[in-house]
C-alpha cells in the first residue's frame, strides 16, 4: 500500500526536477553564455577617404597690450570703458601723482639757483685770472728790476707769491665752478627722472585696438605691473586649437580649415593653419596648434569663445574601408570579427587614415567584400553564437 505514494513522490520529484533543467537550458540558451548575440554587421568596402583632423580651440588675441602704472599708487581717473576703440598714443586714465607736481616745481627752483651758481662760478674765474695776469706782469716787471739792482730780492719775491697766490685761486674758482656744472646736472637729471615718472602716472595704449577689459576705478590703488585696461588688437584674433595626438599624423601649417563659432554658427568660416605649436599637452594628450581666419568675421567674436576646427587632408587611394566601431582590442591586439558562414574569428589588422565620417582604413588584414561584426551588446569570443540584425534594441 505505500510503494504506490512513494512512486507518485519520485515522479512528482522527476518531474520539477525536469522543469527545473529545462528552465535554466531556456535561460542559458536565451540570455546565459550560450545565448545569441544579437550584432550589426557591414561588408568591407574598397573606397577613397579623405582624412580630417577635428579639433576644439578658443579665440585669443595675439597681442594684448595689458596697462598699468610701474609703481604703486592710486587711480587719479579711468577715461576708457569696455568695447571703446582707441588709438595709438591716446591717455586711456591717469595714476594720482601724490606729490610729484611740486617736486617737480622744487626742482626747477633748484636748477635755476644751480644755474646762477654756474654763473657765478664762472664770474670768479674770470677774476681769477685776471688777477693772475696781473701778478704775473707784476712778477716779471720785478724781476726785471732786481735784474737791474733796483728793488730789492725781498720786494721780487713778494711779487712772486702773490703771483702764486693768484695762480691757486684761479685753479679753486675752476674747481668750483667744475662742481657746480655737476650739481647743475645732477638737478638736471632728477628734474629729468620726475618728469619721466610723472608722464609714466599717464595710461596710454601702445597701439590702436579695443578695449576689452576694465579690471579698476578712479579712487583704486593698484600694485606695480597691475593691469587696468586691456586692449587688443582685433585684427591679430586666431584660435588656439586642440588636437587628440592619436592620427593627427600630416597637421602642418598652411593647411585649410573650416571655423565654426559656436555664437555665430550657421557656415564654417575659411581659415588656415598658422602654427603647431613645438610643445604638446603631457596631460590631456593633445597637440596645440594655431589657427588664423582668412578674413575676420562680422561680428568680430569675443574673446574666449569657443570654436570648432576641421582641418582637411588630401583624399588618399582607394582602400579596404570599415567603421572605426567595428576596430576593436582583443589581448593587446588591434582587430575586427569577421564574420564567414555564421561562424566568428578574429583578424587582426593594421589601421591607417581615418576620416570624420566615422570609417578608417585597414593596410593589412581584410579585403573588400568580407563581412565584419560593428556592433554587439557585450564583448564575443570565436566560440560566441551570434544573430545578424539591422539594429541593435535601444539604439
Known amino acids: 500500500m505505500k510503494r504506490p505514494s ?27 553564455p550560450l545565448a545569441t548575440v544579437p550584432v550589426t554587421a557591414t561588408l568591407v568596402e574598397s573606397r577613397a577617404i579623405a582624412p580630417a583632423h577635428f579639433g576644439i580651440g578658443t579665440v585669443e588675441a595675439r597681442q594684448t597690450f595689458k596697462i598699468g602704472p610701474i609703481v604703486a599708487g592710486r587711480i587719479k581717473r579711468v577715461d576708457v570703458n569696455v568695447g571703446d576703440r582707441v588709438r595709438a598714443g591716446q591717455m586711456l586714465g591717469e595714476m594720482d601723482s601724490v606729490d610729484l607736481d611740486e617736486r617737480i616745481a622744487g626742482q626747477a627752483a633748484a636748477l635755476k639757483r644751480a644755474e646762477a651758481a654756474v654763473l657765478a662760478a664762472e664770474a670768479q674765474i674770470r677774476e681769477a ?35 702764486q697766490v693768484a695762480e691757486a685761486g684761479l685753479a679753486a674758482a675752476r674747481a668750483n665752478r667744475d662742481a657746480a656744472v655737476q650739481e647743475l646736472e645732477r638737478i638736471r637729471s632728477d628734474r629729468e627722472g620726475l618728469i ?3 608722464g609714466n602716472l599717464q595710461l596710454v595704449a601702445p597701439a590702436a585696438g579695443l578695449v576689452t577689459a576694465r579690471n579698476a576705478d578712479h579712487g583704486t590703488t593698484v600694485v606695480a605691473g597691475q593691469a587696468v585696461v586691456e586692449v587688443i588688437d582685433p585684427a591679430s584674433l586666431w584660435i588656439n586649437v586642440r588636437f587628440d595626438q592619436l592620427g593627427v599624423s600630416g597637421l602642418h601649417a598652411e593647411l585649410p580649415v573650416r571655423i565654426v563659432l559656436r555664437s555665430q554658427g550657421g557656415p564654417a568660416l575659411a581659415g588656415r593653419v598658422a602654427r603647431v605649436e613645438p610643445l604638446a599637452d603631457a596631460v590631456t594628450e593633445e597637440i596645440l596648434a ?20 576641421t582641418v582637411a587632408l588630401s583624399a588618399l587611394p582607394a582602400a579596404p574601408v570599415v567603421p572605426n566601431a567595428a576596430v576593436k582590442r582583443v589581448d593587446g591586439r588591434l582587430g575586427v570579427w569577421l564574420i564567414k558562414d555564421n561562424d566568428l574569428s578574429f583578424a587582426p589588422v593594421t589601421t591607417g587614415a581615418a576620416d570624420l565620417e566615422g570609417r578608417v582604413q585597414i593596410l593589412e588584414g581584410l579585403t573588400a567584400g568580407e563581412r565584419v561584426v560593428v556592433y554587439s551588446p557585450r564583448a564575443l569570443t570565436p566560440r560566441s553564437r551570434i544573430k545578424v540584425v539591422e539594429r541593435l534594441p535601444g539604439m
Do not use: C, W
Open 129 to 163: 685770472a685776471a688777477r693772475t695776469a696781473y701778478t704775473e706782469t707784476q712778477a716779471g716787471r720785478y724781476e726785471h728790476l732786481l735784474q737791474q739792482g733796483m728793488v730789492s730780492a725781498e720786494a721780487a719775491g713778494a711779487k712772486r707769491q702773490e703771483h
Open 290 to 309: 594655431k589657427v588664423v581666419f582668412d578674413s575676420l568675421p562680422n561680428p568680430l567674436p569675443p574673446v574666449g569663445e569657443m570654436a570648432e576646427i
Open 196 to 198: 619721466r615718472q610723472r
Open 6 to 32: 512513494i512512486n507518485r513522490r519520485t515522479l512528482a520529484l522527476v518531474a520539477v526536477l525536469a522543469l527545473l533543467l529545462a528552465l535554466l537550458g531556456y535561460v542559458a540558451l536565451r540570455s546565459g
